[in-house]
């Protein structure tokens, strides 16, 4: 690129000019290309990324001033800016179901990951976390309230029992008939796969 010629670009394209916009995104593509392919954003391909590079050059272009004489270099860095922001939107926008909400993905995340391995174990281990999610929207929210807090943040039963203000013994009592329902849902799940398979 040459900055005297990429200077004079902007002045014409702030100007309106349509040969010296076209000049000045054929001067930006190679760069734009290479970005967009090194570049992974969930729920965008490949011209998504770029036409949002080509969107932040031309708001480049109305925003720089010609007294500083570093377009390139000013352009460039805001381009790749509006990608970090796109990666960093993209990972924040993960669907949530209000507060009760388990992301399973976050516990397979947190899995110790081993030279050897085996994608089934890895495999079996989503399909469970699944089949529990699924049972705890069976629960009522008395009920799955004692299974997130036990289960997934670790509290005693004691702990627990102090924290909603009930008997140490009616929490034991809920603990038998939620490990109940979670039992006999878990032998549906069973049943309904095992029939799924031989169909």
């Known amino acids: 690129m040459d900055y005297n010629t990429i200077e004079r670009l902007v002045l014409l394209c702030k100007e309106e000019n349509a040969e010296a916009k076209e000049a ?7 760069y734009i290309i290479n970005l967009a392919k090194r570049t992974y954003i969930n729920c965008y391909d490949f011209e998504d990324i770029k ?12 925003l720089y001033d010609m007294r500083k004489h570093r377009f390139v270099s000013y352009a460039t860095i805001a381009i790749r ?4 922001l796109l990666i960093r939107n993209s990972l924040s926008k993960k669907p949530k179901e209000g507060i009760e909400y388990v992301d399973i993905d976050e516990k397979i995340d947190k899995l110790e990951i081993f ?5 089934e174990d890895l495999i079996c281990d989503k399909l469970l976390l699944l089949n529990v999610d699924k049972a705890l929207k069976n629960l009522s ?3 799955r309230d004692l299974v997130i807090y036990i289960y997934f943040k670790d509290y005693t039963f004691k702990q627990y029992a102090d924290l909603k203000c009930i008997s140490y013994y009616k929490v034991m009592g809920m603990k038998e008939r939620v490990l109940g329902k979670l039992k006999i849902n878990a032998l549906y799940n069973n049943s309904s796969h095992s029939k799924n398979l031989l169909n």
């Open 51 to 62: 036409n949002e590079c080509y969107s932040t050059l031309f708001k480049c272009v109305k």
């Open 141 to 143: 929210k008395e009920e």
């Open 115 to 119: 030279d050897d391995l085996n994608i």
């Open 81 to 84: 800016n509006s990608v970090n």
């Open 24 to 30: 000045l995104v054929d001067e930006f593509t190679p």
